[in-house]
C-alpha cells in the first residue's frame, strides 16, 4: 500500500489551522520588518540576542526607534516558537514523510532567519549585504509555511483537485507549459522581492527593482491570462489566478506610491509619513502576492496532467483504486 493510500480522507484540521496562524504570524513579522527598514531602526539595538543586556526591556527603554527594532525580535521569537510547534504538530499527526521534512524545514529557515537577522546587527557595516539573503530566507520561509497549509487543507488531501472531472474518466491535460510558467513566475517575484529589499537597504538603486517589475508583470499576466484561456470555467485554477492579478494591480499602485514619496521626503531629517506606510504595504502585498502565486502553482502540479499521461497516472494509486473497485 503507498503512502497516498494511508492517508486518512479525514482532513487534518488541527494542523491545517496551525499552520495559517504560523503562516500570518510571518506575514506580520515581514510588516514588522519593513517598519524597522522604513524608519531606518535597524541600528538602535546594538546587541544581540539579548537587547541592551537584557531579554526584557524596560519601559523607558522602548522609546522612539527601540520601539520597532524590539518588538520586530519579540514576534521573530514568537514565529520560532510557533513554527517548532508546527513542526512537531506535524511530526506526531502526520503519515506523509515528506510533509514532515517540511516542516522541520521550515524550523531550519527560521532558525537560519535568526542568524542571519543576529548577524546583520553584529556587524552593521555589512548590513546592506546581509539584508538580502535576510529577505530571501525570510519570503521563501513564509511561501514554505503557506505550502504547509495548502498541503493540510481538505481540498488538498481529500483530491478535490480531480473532482467531477476524474469522475467522467478525465482529468485537464495540457503540455507541462503552465506548470513551468507557474513556477517561472514564483522566482520571477522572489528574486523581485529581494530586489526590493536591497533597494531599501540602498545596497543598489531603482532600477534593478523596476526592471524586476515589468519583468514580475509580464510573466504574470501572461500566467493568468493562460489560466483563464484553458481553464476559465473551473474556480480551483481561476480563483488565485485572479487573485495574484488583483495583487499585482495594487501592487503596482503601491511601489509608484512609495516611490513618489520618498522622493518627495528625501531632505526631511527622519522618515516621515506617507512614506512609511506605503513601503510597508508594499512589501506585504508583495508577500502576498508571492503566497497567492505558490497557491497557484501547487494547484496546477495538482490538477494539470502533462500531455501524454493518463488520466489514471495522473490521478494516482488512489484514484485508480477507486476505479478498480467501481468496475467490480
Known sequence: MTERENISERPHRGQFWVASCVAFLTLVLLGAGGLVTSNEAGDSVPDWPMSFGRWVIGSNQFVANVRYEYSHRVIAGAVGIATFILALRV????KRRWMKRLAWIAFALVVAQAIIGGVRVLFPEYKAAIAIP??????SFFALLVSLALFSSRGWQAGKTYKTEAAKGRLFSSSSSLRFLTSATIAAVLVQLVLGAGFRHRAFGIIP????AVAVTVLLVWTVSAVLRRYGSDAFLCRPALVALGLLITQVGLGVGA????????DDPLPMEPMITLTVAHLVVGALMLATIVVLTLRCYRAIAPRGESAKEAA?????????????
Do not use: T
Not at 516611490?259 to 528625501?266: H, P
Not at 494516482?316 to 467490480?328: D, K, L, N, T, Y
Open 316 to 328: 494516482g494509486p488512489s484514484m485508480a483504486s477507486q476505479a478498480r473497485g467501481a468496475a467490480a
Open 91 to 94: 511530526s506526531l499527526g502526520e
Open 209 to 212: 527593482h523596476i526592471a524586476g
Open 259 to 266: 516611490y513618489m514619496a520618498r522622493l518627495s521626503s528625501a
Open 134 to 139: 535576510h529577505a530571501l530566507v525570510a519570503q
